[in-house]
């Protein structure tokens, strides 16, 4: 392969200015994209959390609540899940043969439209149709983003990188939220339009994605483009150079290039059929769906109707609202410091495990009360859920989507990526639908008991098979999955003996 070459420096002083900013200048590239995808992210956010603003300031301000059904509210709170399927599968055929850049672009320019027309709305239908747009973007922060943050970003800064978007996809809700508190709800999607921009100027300068160079067989762009995003070290050498081995690899023992019609769909199935396409995908599903199942999504975006029953004011429930956000976006930045220090699987489990002790506390407190066994206090429903929301902030909130993004496959990628998104976009559109019911039928001691429950299962599965992936390149981390314990063990005796 051919080596990196940077101009020669004179032999004083400023070599040591310029070896600094050689270093540098890799990760604030790396920075100046992914803010770019954080400032997606916070826009999706604002997207989930404008309902539980609009609709309660439009039934305050009509004097009525038939103006926005109980049923009409839970669509206007979930649509944006399920019109996101058909893009699911738009989006993934677009990555596989246009890129990163293009589709990430359509989605941005979407949600611009979006929230132009839900500034301008007049009519509830308006607003329906404004959040109906956004399925196509909350499509892309499952299909896209994920991809861009994972083969953007060097493996050293890529933890960070996707937690700080989990967070600041909090940012956005709580934003939202403390706007809908203090001023007209229009402003929320006129803040939404201002951040849009920005995306999109971000994204103009951004190179390709050198893994889907690399897929197309454009090793020399793609060598050009990982340079540019990851510098020319020996780690990022060595990352280069396992990405075209790999996928020359695959190139050629499947002729992708010369496949018939027949011959690419007994491909297709065979994919689906291996080891090494299969299990990290149902890794990836299950872990991403912990994020939904331990509950605080939902308790987000329905926190004002929650802890208006809890706390029996609706001014209480705002406040307590907004003190529970704070704790929620600041835990998850918790969550990123401890992530430097702890292995990912460990604080994935360990803070999610937590999580689950308190739902299940939760949902034995409000029982009680209930039954009249004991009275309620409502300084202690706020606590237990302050403690709540700083455990699943800490683990599954910004561990789940950091660790399946990436468990996703090398090969493959696309694929993967449009079962896995299709899987959250129908968990989360179907959680937030059915809860309402779920508070109604059962109460909140059941609905917190469901979620525990649900999160307890998926923390067993991934206990026994969810592999460590701190630090590791996304090929490394998919021969961990693919190799056998015994093989695995082999290989890393050598290294434990040099030491």
């Known amino acids: 392969m ?3 070459n940077y101009e020669a420096a004179p032999v004083n002083n400023d070599s040591d200015v310029l070896n600094n900013t050689i270093k540098w200048k890799p990760f604030l590239k790396q920075l100046l994209i992914c803010s770019g995808v954080w400032t997606s992210m916070f826009l999706y956010g604002l997207c989930v959390g404008a309902p539980t603003m609009f609709i309660p300031q439009i039934r305050r301000e009509a004097n009525s609540t038939d103006i926005i059904t109980d049923d009409m509210a839970s669509w206007l709170t979930s649509v944006y899940g399920f019109s996101g399927f058909p893009f699911v599968f738009i989006l993934s055929i677009l990555t596989k043969f246009v890129g990163r850049r293009i589709p990430f672009l359509i989605a941005v320019l979407d949600t611009l439209a979006a929230f132009t027309v839900l500034y301008c709305s007049t009519s509830i239908t308006h607003i329906l149709i404004s959040e109906i747009m956004q399925g196509l973007f909350s499509a892309s922060q499952i299909v896209i983003t994920l991809m861009i943050l994972t083969e953007y970003t ?3 800064y890529r933890g960070i990188f996707l937690t700080v978007k989990t967070a600041t996809f909090y940012w956005g809700i709580w934003a939202s939220n403390a706007i809908g508190t203090f001023f007209h709800w229009r402003k929320i999607p006129l803040f939404g339009i201002a951040c849009s921009l920005y ?4 994204v103009m300068i951004w190179p390709e994605s050198p893994y889907w160079l690399a ?6 762009e793609c060598a050009i483009s990982h340079r540019s995003l990851k510098g020319c070290d020996e780690e990022a050498e060595k990352e280069l150079q396992m990405l075209i081995d790999s996928q020359k690899e695959y190139i050629a023992s499947c002729g992708t290039n010369h496949m018939s019609t027949k011959e690419s769909i007994i491909d297709f199935f065979k994919t689906l059929k291996s080891k090494e396409f299969y299990k990290p995908t149902f890794l990836s599903t299950i872990t991403g769906c912990l994020g939904v199942f331990s509950g605080k999504l939902v308790f987000a975006v329905y926190a004002i109707d929650i802890l208006k029953k809890i706390t029996n004011s609706e001014s209480t429930a705002y406040t307590a ?10 835990s998850m930045y918790g969550g990123c410091f401890l992530m430097k220090r702890l292995k990912r699987r460990t604080l994935l489990l360990v803070a999610s495990s937590i999580g689950v002790v308190f739902l299940f506390t939760l949902s034995l407190y409000l029982y009680l009360i209930s039954l009249n066994v004991i009275s309620e206090n409502k300084y202690v429903s706020v606590s237990l859920l302050v ?9 599954p909130m910004i561990m789940s989507v950091s660790v399946y993004g990436e468990l996703i496959p090398v090969r493959s990628r696309n694929l993967s990526v449009c079962l896995v998104a299709l899987a959250g976009k129908l ?3 179907l959680a937030l639908k059915i809860s309402p019911l779920l508070f109604k039928r059962f109460g909140l001691h ?5 979620f525990g429950l649900s999160s307890l299962v998926i923390i067993i599965i991934l206990y026994k098979h969810l592999p460590e992936t701190k630090d590791k390149t996304l090929q490394e981390i998919s021969d961990s999955i693919n190799a056998s314990k015994k093989q695995v063990t082999s290989k890393l005796l050598p290294n434990n003996n040099n030491t």
Do not use: H
């Open 199 to 202: 995306t999109i100027l971000t």
């Open 387 to 395: 403690a709540f929301s700083i455990a699943v902030s800490c683990g």
């Open 321 to 330: 609202m907004l003190v529970l956000d704070g704790f929620t976006v600041f």
């Open 2 to 4: 051919e080596k990196c």
């Open 215 to 220: 897929s197309k067989g454009r090793f020399k």
């Open 446 to 450: 059941g609905a917190f008991l469901a």
């Open 427 to 429: 968990v989360t559109g």
């Open 154 to 156: 060097s493996p050293k």
